[in-house]
């Protein structure tokens, strides 16, 4: 059983920084892209960014040049650097592992950019 635990969410003033990790139980880490969604109020969960198991990255438009992806297979986390947050960024974000049809989600962490 995989599980996946968020950290790093919380309250920063628009143009701050925080920085997401996800760290996951089991052995299949490592051979899986993992990803981080989010979902404001109101909208629907969106692709934040994405990164494959050999270290190829895509970003959703709105967050390229401010966010990065990156992961420790060592360490079996994956983490979203976040820099230049605007309050259009507040939402829950979400990690997940080896795509939106698994079940293997994250529970959430909250992140309110404040103007």
């Known amino acids: 059983q995989v599980q996946l635990v968020e950290s790093g969410g919380g309250l920063v003033q628009a143009g701050g920084s925080l920085r997401l990790s996800c760290a996951a139980s089991?052995?299949?880490?490592?051979?899986?892209?993992t990803g981080w969604y989010r979902q404001a109020p109101g909208k629907q969960r969106e692709l934040v960014a994405r990164?494959?198991?050999?270290?190829?990255?895509n970003y959703a438009d709105s967050v390229k040049g401010r966010f990065t992806i990156s992961r420790d297979n060592t360490k079996n986390t994956v983490y979203l650097q976040m820099n230049s947050l605007k309050p259009e960024d507040t939402a829950v974000y979400y990690c997940?592992?080896?795509?939106?049809?698994?079940?293997?989600w994250g529970q959430g962490t909250q992140v309110t950019v404040s103007s």
């Open positions: 089991g052995s299949i880490f490592r051979i899986y892209a």
């Open positions: 997940n592992l080896g795509g939106v049809n698994t079940p293997y």
């Open positions: 990164i494959t198991s050999d270290i190829r990255t």
